[in-house]
């Protein structure tokens, strides 16, 4: 192994301990793919997670400085084709190595400039911001799992783009108290939350589960080395989502639902099953 091969190889280690220690789900259902896409969608996830940390958690910190500070280097990564920050080096290889566009980035970089202002969200911006900080993430691991095939890529970005959708609109709702409590952001358009109440609740359940019928079509149409971990993550999805629409509003607003690791592993085992059974 030669030295730049190494220091790759240290880059896409520091992406997966990124995914291992922000999110147990989406670990689990990286471990799911194959080997050959695990390390690229760590690396895409390390990017994605390290941007939004930015923005959520930094508070201490003059965060529009980091985040264009973010986007420079992002940009030099790409051009130069390495960085001596491993999360970027291991992004911009996997942008080269499966023909990612800037637009894709750009757009969700976007999306996190736009939790740096004090917005009233209404449908143009509330579409936008979804756009950008979840549907161009499930085409960037779109870009991975169909691996230069491109029909097949124009065939389900639609999908991908709307189980994106789905799993922001339930991380909305389940981060319902940090976002509106800590971080005084309602992303949900014309809705107040001093008035959250089952009406307001079940409309937006109503387009999440329209969401989700389109994005489990596509699931099913994906290749079988990536299909088995996009269902195991769209399986969790929707029992925090069923979880979510059994709850009163009150109880969402005030707490974080979460989904307890025992039952994410029943889950996973479950969904094993499904798929190696072709019970999809």
Known sequence: MNKKSLFDQVSVECSKLTTLSYSTSFSLGIKMLSKKHQKAIYAVYGYVRFADEIVDTFHDYDKRRLLDKFKRDTVEAIADKISLNPI???FQQVYHDYNMTWDLVETFLKSMEMDLEDIQYNEQNYEEYILGSAQ????????????????????????????????????????????????????????DMKEFNWETKRKIESEIAQDFAVAYQGILQLPKDSRYGVYL?????????????????????NNRIRIANPKKIALMFGSFLKHNLNML
Do not use: H, W
């Open 136 to 191: 161009v993430v499930g085409l960037m691991c779109l870009k991975v799992f169909t691996n230069g095939n491109q029909e097949m890529y124009d065939r389900l970005t639609p999908a991908a783009m709307r189980l994106g959708s789905a799993f922001q609109k339930i991380n909305f709702l389940r981060d319902l108290n940090a976002d509106y409590r800590d971080l005084g952001r309602v992303y949900f358009p014309n809705v």
């Open 88 to 90: 970027l080096n291991a």
């Open 233 to 253: 993550a769209y399986t969790y999805y929707i029992r925090l989502f069923d979880k979510i629409k059994g709850l009163d509003p009150e109880v969402v607003l």
